[in-house]
């Protein structure tokens, strides 16, 4: 059974940073694209970054330019780190895991879920 443990929400000021973590397990990381989404009240989940096996990367457009995704290998980990964070980046973040090795950008891409993490940014 796959696992997705998310960490590093919390409650940020505007322009602060925060670092998000999954770890994974239950099938092998290094094979498996991995992704970053994020849910506000009343609006559809969203693409943040995606992550294909061999670290090739993409980014919604809502972030670029103010996120970064990664992972390591050795430690079945999947990292978010935000930067100039904005009141509209309040949401429930979720870590996904994807049956295949390249990214996919859409919720069907995925398989696996965590159980999301609150980051809340202040004005």
């Known amino acids: 059974q796959v696992q997705l443990v998310e960490s590093g929400g919390g409650l940020v000021q505007a322009g602060g940073s925060l670092r998000l973590s999954c770890v994974a397990s239950?099938?092998?990381?290094?094979?498996?694209?991995m992704g970053w989404f994020r849910q506000a009240p009343g609006k559809e989940r969203e693409l943040v970054a995606t992550?294909?096996?061999?670290?090739?990367?993409y980014y919604g457009d809502a972030v670029k330019g103010r996120v970064t995704i990664s992972r390591d290998y050795g430690k079945n980990t999947l990292y978010l780190q935000m930067y100039s964070l904005k009141p509209e980046d309040t949401a429930v973040y979720y870590c996904?895991?994807?049956?295949?090795?390249?990214?996919?950008?859409?919720?069907?891409?995925?398989?696996?879920w965590g159980q999301g993490t609150q980051v809340s940014v202040s004005s």
């Open positions: 239950g099938r092998p990381f290094a094979t498996h694209a």
């Open positions: 996904a895991s994807s049956p295949y090795m390249t990214w996919g950008t859409r919720t069907s891409d995925y398989d696996y």
């Open positions: 992550i294909s096996s061999g670290g090739s990367t």
